[in-house]
């Protein structure tokens, strides 16, 4: 039988499957990497990459850990905001007095002086008003003539009715007038001297209404000037709100007619700005800002003021922040949209270390695989801080013992949260639920004067957190160092205590060529 015609069954047939399913078999192990070089890769686990450095064999897909030094250099603290920039003193011109617009001789950009004219109304109503009140005032000065001749009479009356009664008296008295006569001479003169009152009265009263209409007269001078509108100050018409022709009506509010800004060479922006961001800022730091309009010009202002009155919108706190600026080119406008950066505080030559190293996070079997065993130690738990800054403020170490007690037990939950590396995501907002209620339970464990002094040391702490790193330790291995961290911008956090310069922070674990992220599985193909 030919070797074409030998079947594909029996002992042949067995031994050439083996050798197909043996050869497939190699093929696949060259795909996955091979050997034990894949095995190692896969048991040393897998991180992102991390700046600075790296420790291991570092050959083909070898694992290894990535690395930082702490290096002295500045940290700054940016607040981003925008805003909307205004002339640095506006004024708005209003009209106190009602009519028809006769002429308005500004527009829009006109530069206009102190006292010129802005515009003029119908002063006719006004002249009228002012041609009665002349008259009227004629009136009443005539009718005080009238009064004082009253006087003059009345006076003249009395001293003849007073003589009269002097001579009936004398009669009276020898028996030659009844008295009858004497009561009619008494009541002469009482009813002269009454005359002689009202007559000076009258007076008070014609004298009285001229001052009346004197007031009225200058009030109607005054309407005529205000038919006049003048600017108050120097500078530049922003908006205009009238036309010749246009009727104006002022009988509840002054209406706006227009607005000016006093000097477009000093302009502010007003800006909004969380109360996550307030802490910090002071009048005078430093300002850098575009607008749309022009992109590639960065403009430099300060800090002004920082408006005490909140403003609440969809839940979020703002307070208005006010940033002076020169604009000696003229092109900033009233209006434009400011896209800001304020410097709120700056920390020159600190340690410092990238943002990566405070955010990587191994995981449990990366920890298993590159911690040294020789610096595992007892790690301080989350209140040791607490029960530390009680033992600075004076308090006795039996209220310490209480409140640890009580602290134990209330926070327990939250503790073990917080000690749990699968759950890194609930570890900063389980500190803040801790921190709340270590300070609800210490106000009432405390006295007044212990509380009193355990917050003042909090509140000297408020700018510093505590953290945790993972720093080289020998060849290939990592230990965790327990640090403080200060200010930190979006590129570095400044370190406060726990490292020394040149110390390797590690910031993530992997391969030359597999990539991943920093504590995380490797990414797929």
């Not at 018409?237 to 022709?245: L, T, V």
């Not at 709120?344 to 040294?372: H, K």
Request: hydrophobic share 40%; charged share 25%; aromatic share 4%.
């Amino acid at each position: 039988m030919t070797a074409s015609t030998v079947p594909f069954n029996g002992t042949w047939g067995n031994m050439a499957k083996k050798l197909i399913l043996t050869s497939l078999l190699a093929m696949a192990l060259t795909a996955c990497g091979g050997g034990d070089d894949a095995g190692q890769a896969t048991r040393g686990g897998w991180g992102g990459p991390g700046g600075g450095g790296s420790s291991g064999t570092g050959g083909g897909g070898a694992v290894s850990l990535q690395t930082v030094g702490v290096m002295k250099g500045d940290v700054t603290r940016v607040i981003n905001a925008s805003g909307k920039v205004i002339p640095q003193e506006q004024v708005m011109v209003g009209s106190e007095v009602s009519g028809r617009v006769l002429s308005v001789p500004v527009d829009f950009n006109s530069p206009v002086k102190k006292g010129e004219i802005l515009a003029e109304i119908d002063p006719e109503k006004f002249n009228n008003t002012l041609e009665q009140l002349r008259g009227r005032l004629k009136s009443a000065e005539a009718d005080v003539l009238v009064q004082e001749a009253s006087i003059n009479r009345a006076r003249v009356s009395l001293e003849q009715n007073q003589r009269v009664l002097s001579r009936q008296s004398d009669l009276y008295a020898q028996e030659a007038v009844s008295k009858a006569r004497l009561e009619e001479a008494e009541r002469a003169v009482g009813v002269s001297e009454a005359d002689l009152k009202l007559a000076e009265a009258r007076l008070e009263s014609a004298r009285a209404t001229i001052d009346q209409t004197q007031a009225q007269i200058r009030n109607a001078r005054t309407d005529i000037n205000r038919t006049v509108i003048r600017s108050p100050i120097d500078g530049v018409i922003i908006e205009r709100k009238i036309d010749p022709g246009q009727t104006v009506a002022a009988s509840f509010n002054s209406p706006e007619l227009f607005v000016i800004a006093a000097d477009l060479a000093n302009m502010r922006v007003e800006v909004q700005i969380v109360e996550s961001d307030v802490a910090g800022l002071n009048q005078g730091d430093p300002v850098k800002f575009t607008v749309d309009a022009y992109p590639d010009i960065t403009f430099e202002g300060s800090v002004e003021q920082l408006r005490y009155m909140s403003k609440t919108q969809n839940n979020i706190v703002t307070y208005m922040a006010i940033v002076s600026v020169r604009n000696d080119d003229g092109i900033l406008l009233p209006g434009m949209t400011a896209n800001l950066e304020i410097t709120a505080d700056i920390r020159p030559g600190v340690a410092r270390l990238p943002i990566s190293a405070e955010r990587f996070r191994p995981t449990p079997d990366q920890i298993a695989r590159w911690q040294d065993p020789e610096t595992l130690t007892a790690e301080a738990g989350p209140l040791d801080p607490v029960y530390e800054r009680m033992k600075r403020a004076g308090v006795p170490d039996s209220k310490i013992e209480q409140a640890r007690g009580v602290l134990t037990q209330s926070a327990q939950p939250l503790i073990d949260i917080i000690n749990d590396p699968e759950k890194s995501f609930m570890h900063t907002p389980m500190k803040v639920q801790l921190a709340d209620l270590t300070t609800n339970i210490l106000r009432s464990q405390l006295s007044p004067a212990e509380f009193s002094e355990y917050n003042g040391l909090l509140q000297a702490e408020k700018n510093i957190r505590l953290g945790e790193l993972w720093v080289m330790s020998g060849a290939d291995k990592m230990k965790k160092v327990p640090v403080k961290f200060g200010l930190s911008d979006s590129a570095f956090v400044e370190l406060v205590s726990g490292l020394s310069e040149g110390d390797k922070v590690v910031t993530g674990i992997g391969g030359g060529r597999s990539g991943g992220r920093p504590g995380g599985p490797p990414r797929g193909r």
